[in-house]
């Protein structure tokens, strides 16, 4: 079975400084990995994911991942964010060999960004 | 532009009543999905299906029933609902290679 452990449940940072969003995974298989982001009051939004190639997955508004095989890791980046960066982000995986059902989601970190 | 929609984005219903919520995907998408958010604790499968009227139990499905007559609709049913199911739901769609989820914009419910 997998499971996915987000390490930090709150994150607060200040605007333009970098973040980092932490997330293992533990899976006996091979795996795909995403990325999703929750803003207040809406429904998930894929961020990236990673399917297979290179290890450093670029995705939306700035953010990046690198998959850790092993370190069994997939955590997410960016390099200065913004006060609208503030949401919710979900760490999610998925067995490729199953790869049309359910994702398996981390409980999620809170990102706050002040000014 | 890709669509997952559901029917209500908030809806207030009393114990015991019977509670529809309703998705809808214009992607063609074979496999549909329910999840429930609940603070501290992620986002939990509810039920999911890979084709019409074919349905699969995920994680937490006790109390609940889903209903797929259409490729397009996906229906979860609570048949007589309780205060411990205040909570978000999300519907979402995928192929059957799956690679990713398209989540719809959620709907909160509180039974009061």
């Known amino acids: 079975a997998q499971s996915v452990t987000q390490l930090d449940s709150q994150v607060p940072v200040f605007e333009e400084a970098p973040v980092e969003l932490r997330c293992n995974y533990s899976s006996s298989v091979s795996v795909y990995l995403f990325w999703y982001v929750q803003y207040p009051n809406q429904g998930l939004q894929l961020l990236l994911k990673?399917?297979?190639?290179?290890?450093l997955v670029k995705g939306i508004n700035g953010f990046e991942a690198e998959f850790n095989k092993s370190q069994t890791s997939f955590h997410l980046r960016k390099p200065s964010v913004h006060i609208s960066d503030t949401a919710e982000y979900f760490c999610?995986?998925?067995?490729?060999?199953?790869?049309?059902?359910?994702?398996?989601f981390g409980k999620g970190t809170t990102l706050s960004v002040s000014s | 532009d890709v669509k997952v929609t559901q029917s209500s984005r908030y809806l207030v219903k009393r114990t015991g009543e019977k509670v529809f919520l309703e998705c809808v995907q214009d992607?063609?998408?074979?496999?549909m999905f329910w999840y429930r958010q609940d603070p501290g604790l992620g986002l939990r499968l509810i039920y999911f299906s890979y084709d019409v009227k074919m349905k699969e139990k995920g994680d937490i499905p006790e109390g609940y029933s889903v209903s797929r007559e259409k490729k397009e609709r996906f229906s979860l049913i609570l048949e007589s609902a309780s205060t411990n199911q205040t909570s978000m739901y999300l519907c979402a769609s995928s192929t059957p290679t799956g690679a990713g989820q398209y989540f719809g914009p959620g709907t909160r419910l509180t039974v009061t």
């Open positions: 992607m063609d998408h074979e496999n």
């Open positions: 990673y399917l297979s190639g290179s290890t």
């Open positions: 999610a995986v998925l067995p490729a060999h199953q790869a049309g059902t359910a994702l398996i």
